[in-house]
């Protein structure tokens, strides 16, 4: 049995004993092969695709009945998480090899600049020429970053932990209908992680996006105390704004 995006498929394989070890086996036909199936498994890849789409959608009950009523396909609520999980196994491991190279040498130049405010303490007197060369060099367009979080219960334990997303995005939009606008230049970053988890991949987002020292940041904060404390030390020089 072959499940795919077309449906089920139903065949049979021919079976053979080893002479040696007794035991009985099947020989996959090389098209079986071409598939590329995982081992152990009788979904195609692009029904796995499919799979993890609806599974990341919607509730996973929900998702296999959509895969039911689109493709004639059965895939257990259990099935559909189970490839959800191993997806996400893999998209950590590329995210942690693509960004951990990336993150430390720019969050050193980050606490560097935290410390250059202390260095020139002595000089209070010039501050205001500096701060008036420092918005020159600050880049034409502003970079934005949006951070807020939200509890959400998690089943069957019966407790709350805390979902937290960002958004990194410029001024350039365009006008969809009234008081409508679209982004055309943004990224989102979330993780149910810790938070120094998390300030990392915002971290990450903000450096890809093009944030540097001399750029003109603008963070967006309804109040809560680790945003506040997330935003002053991995962007010293950023520009607060409350936003409720």
């Given at each position: ?11 049979t394989l021919p ?7 007794r035991?009985t086996?099947?020989i996959i ?8 199936l995982?081992?152990n498994?009788n ?6 695709k499919?799979?993890?789409l ?6 996973f ?8 009523n689109?493709a ?8 559909i998480q189970?490839?959800c999980?191993k997806q996400a ?12 190279s990336?993150?430390?040498p ?6 560097e ?6 260095v020139?303490?002595?000089?209070r007197e010039?501050?205001?020429k500096t701060s ?5 060099a600050?880049s034409a ?10 509890f959400?219960?998690?089943q069957?334990?019966?407790?709350f932990?805390e979902?937290?997303v960002?958004?990194v995005?410029?001024?350039q ?8 606008n ?9 993780s ?5 988890e ?12 093009g944030v ?7 963070v ?8 506040s ?8 020089q950023?520009?607060?704004?409350l936003?409720w």
């Amino acid at each position: 049995m072959l499940k795919t995006i077309f449906g089920q498929i139903d065949f049979t394989l021919p079976r053979r004993k080893c002479s040696h070890c007794r035991r009985t086996f099947s020989i996959i036909p090389q098209p079986l092969k071409l598939l590329k199936l995982s081992p152990n498994s009788n979904v195609t890849p692009e029904l796995r695709k499919v799979a993890i789409l609806c599974g990341t959608s919607w509730p996973f009950r929900q998702a296999a009945e959509v895969l039911r009523n689109l493709a004639s396909v059965e895939l257990s609520p259990a099935h559909i998480q189970w490839l959800c999980s191993k997806q996400a196994v893999a998209a950590k491991a590329q995210f942690k090899e693509k960004h951990d190279s990336a993150y430390w040498p720019a969050l050193i130049e980050t606490m560097e600049t935290l410390v250059e405010p202390l260095v020139e303490e002595a000089k209070r007197e010039t501050s205001e020429k500096t701060s008036h060369s420092k918005e020159q060099a600050w880049s034409a367009k502003p970079v934005y970053i949006g951070i807020d979080g939200t509890f959400i219960n998690a089943q069957p334990g019966k407790r709350f932990f805390e979902a937290k997303v960002g958004i990194v995005f410029t001024d350039q939009r365009i006008r969809v209908s009234k008081g409508r606008n679209l982004l055309l230049n943004k990224q989102y970053v979330g993780s149910c992680q810790s938070v120094s988890e998390f300030g990392k991949r915002l971290f990450c987002c903000a450096t890809e996006m093009g944030v540097k020292k001399e750029t003109e940041l603008i963070v967006l904060v309804d109040g809560a105390r680790w945003i506040s404390q997330l935003a002053k030390t991995q962007y010293p020089q950023a520009r607060l704004i409350l936003d409720w």
